[in-house]
């Protein structure tokens, strides 16, 4: 028997959506620039930046302007705990329990005196948006909530999920056979972290694209779980902390 092709992916930019301001309809803001930009078929993934659902969510704080380490103040009290210190770099394991740089806590794409926190419940914030498109649009999608995390032992940065809503965020593989049929017994994809980085190349640093759609997911990845739940690694399976 031939093992089946994998599904072709097409990333579609979504352009045009305004500056978020706290208490915005994100959701209807989204749902009107997907519709100009490529419509939403049934089985899209919608990955949305996490800035611009902490904006919409208002989950900014003011700081000096002035003074470049003004939120490190912020860094702790979003921590859960601190990992390690080099210099003014902070690494700490949020209270969701995301192992990050200075708790996700971000300057950039926001006002000079602004510094934007996490969501306080990504899975949540991406259940809404799911909900409030199914609502208005009439579509079922999955919704991944992604942000920028570097990663130990390898330079540069990625995009990953925070949150995720209608998609399984893990593809166990384990108790099948490779290619040669042999049975994979350890073997578990991170799909939402592979889209939440694909959608990444076509949204950029700098551009302003806080949004993308992803077509031709296999319908097999779609489902229920939490990125909190089923991703973040539980400490007792953590050698390194």
Same mark, same amino acid.
């Given at each position: 028997? +031939?093992?089946? $092709?994998?599904?072709?992916?097409?990333?579609?930019?979504?352009?045009?959506?305004?500056? $978020?301001?706290?208490?915005?309809?994100? +959701?209807?803001?989204?749902?009107?620039?997907?519709?100009?930009?490529?419509?939403?078929?049934?089985?899209?993934?919608?990955? =949305? *930046?996490?800035?611009?659902?902490? #904006?919409?969510?208002?989950?900014?704080?003011?700081?000096?302007?002035?003074?470049?380490?003004?939120? #490190?103040?912020?860094?702790?009290?979003?921590?859960?705990?601190?990992?390690? @210190?080099?210099?003014?770099?902070?690494?700490?394991?949020?209270?969701?329990?995301?192992?990050?740089?200075? +708790?996700?806590?971000?300057?950039?794409?926001?006002?000079?005196?602004?510094?934007?926190?996490?969501?306080?419940?990504?899975?949540?914030?991406?259940?809404?948006?799911?909900? /409030?498109?199914?609502?208005?649009?009439?579509?079922?999608?999955?919704?991944? =909530? /992604?942000?920028? %995390?570097?990663?130990?032992?390898?330079?540069?940065?990625?995009? $990953?999920?925070?949150?995720?809503?209608?998609? #399984?965020?893990?593809?166990?593989?384990?108790?099948?056979?490779?290619?040669?049929? @042999?049975?994979?017994?350890?073997?578990?994809?991170? $799909?939402?972290?592979?889209?939440?980085?694909?959608?990444?190349?076509?949204?950029?640093? *700098?551009?302003? =694209?806080?949004?993308? =759609?992803?077509?031709?997911?296999?319908?097999?990845? %779609?489902?229920?779980?939490?990125?909190?739940?089923?991703?973040?690694?539980?400490?007792?399976?953590?050698?390194? @902390?």
């Amino acid at each position: 028997m +031939s093992t089946p $092709i994998p599904p072709s992916l097409q990333i579609i930019p979504v352009p045009g959506i305004p500056e $978020i301001n706290p208490g915005d309809d994100l +959701s209807n803001l989204i749902a009107n620039g997907v519709t100009q930009a490529c419509g939403l078929l049934e089985g899209d993934v919608l990955v =949305v *930046s996490q800035k611009v659902v902490s #904006k919409a969510e208002g989950r900014l704080v003011t700081v000096d302007p002035d003074d470049p380490l003004a939120h #490190k103040p912020l860094v702790l009290d979003e921590a859960r705990r601190v990992l390690r @210190r080099r210099g003014d770099l902070i690494i700490t394991e949020t209270k969701h329990g995301y192992v990050c740089a200075n +708790s996700g806590i971000d300057r950039s794409n926001v006002a000079p005196d602004i510094a934007a926190l996490l969501p306080e419940d990504s899975d949540r914030s991406a259940r809404r948006i799911r909900d /409030a498109i199914k609502g208005q649009l009439g579509v079922s999608v999955a919704v991944i =909530v /992604a942000d920028t %995390f570097g990663r130990p032992w390898r330079r540069g940065l990625t995009d $990953i999920a925070l949150g995720c809503a209608g998609i #399984k965020p893990i593809l166990d593989l384990r108790g099948t056979d490779d290619a040669v049929g @042999r049975e994979l017994h350890v073997t578990e994809v991170c $799909i939402v972290d592979e889209l939440a980085g694909a959608a990444e190349l076509v949204r950029g640093k *700098s551009t302003g =694209v806080a949004v993308a =759609v992803i077509r031709g997911v296999d319908p097999a990845w %779609f489902g229920s779980g939490s990125v909190v739940e089923d991703v973040v690694r539980h400490p007792s399976e953590d050698l390194f @902390r």
